[in-house]
């Protein structure tokens, strides 16, 4: 259960910023992506997804901003995965609501992270309380399991990133995976940015 009101205009906002959204035909499910990112957003001091800068972590080069990226880790893993079947002539077994869920999620914890008042605070008590005191992929998995996402999900939250090395990958997470260092990396050389590689 969300321990706090949600702001509808916040959550209005998220529909609009990822239409793809739109594209989960499961009410539920749907309902709980926009859920997650108002939360996380609300909670943090933003309005907006795009308040944020458009890099992986807040020490790397930014492109536009984190919309564009959500947008596109979104729109790689299901075309990854279309092209697929498609290729191999097969279904391949996966349910492409939650594909779609567990890309637009799968940086739901980056408002902690990119918090600038978290940033100044852990900046100042590094020792105390690590800088940042939480990647991004860890605070996602709290929002999934707070808003009742499905473990899917959770699991992408939390090891789409390099986390993700010390377990074994859901099909879901290494397509999302692979969609989100896709677009860093394809972006880096196309803009000479620095992305760092963990």
Request: aromatic fraction near 10%; charged fraction near 25%; include cysteine.
């Amino acid at each position: 259960m969300i321990p706090v009101e949600l702001d509808q205009e916040i959550r209005a906002g998220v529909f609009k910023t990822l239409p793809q959204i739109m594209e989960i035909k499961n009410e539920e499910l749907r309902e709980k992506v926009a859920d997650a990112w108002a939360y996380s957003l609300q909670i943090n001091g933003y309005k907006h997804i795009e308040d944020m800068p458009g890099s992986g972590m807040p020490e790397a080069s930014s492109l536009g901003d984190q919309s564009m990226h959500i947008r596109a880790v979104g729109y790689n893993a299901v075309s990854l995965y279309e092209n697929l079947c498609k290729a191999y002539e097969r279904d391949m077994g996966l349910d492409r609501d939650m594909l779609i869920a567990c890309a637009l999620l799968h940086d739901v914890g980056k408002p902690y992270e990119y918090n600038p008042e978290n940033r100044a605070r852990w900046a100042a008590n590094h020792k105390l309380t690590g800088a940042p005191n939480a990647r991004h992929p860890a605070y996602g998995t709290y929002i999934a399991i707070t808003c009742d996402l499905p473990e899917e999900v959770v699991h992408v939250c939390a090891c789409h990133s390099p986390e993700g090395r010390f377990v074994t990958r859901s099909a879901y997470a290494t397509l999302v995976h692979y969609a989100d260092d896709g677009s860093w990396f394809s972006l880096a050389s196309m803009f000479d940015l620095n992305i760092p590689k963990l």
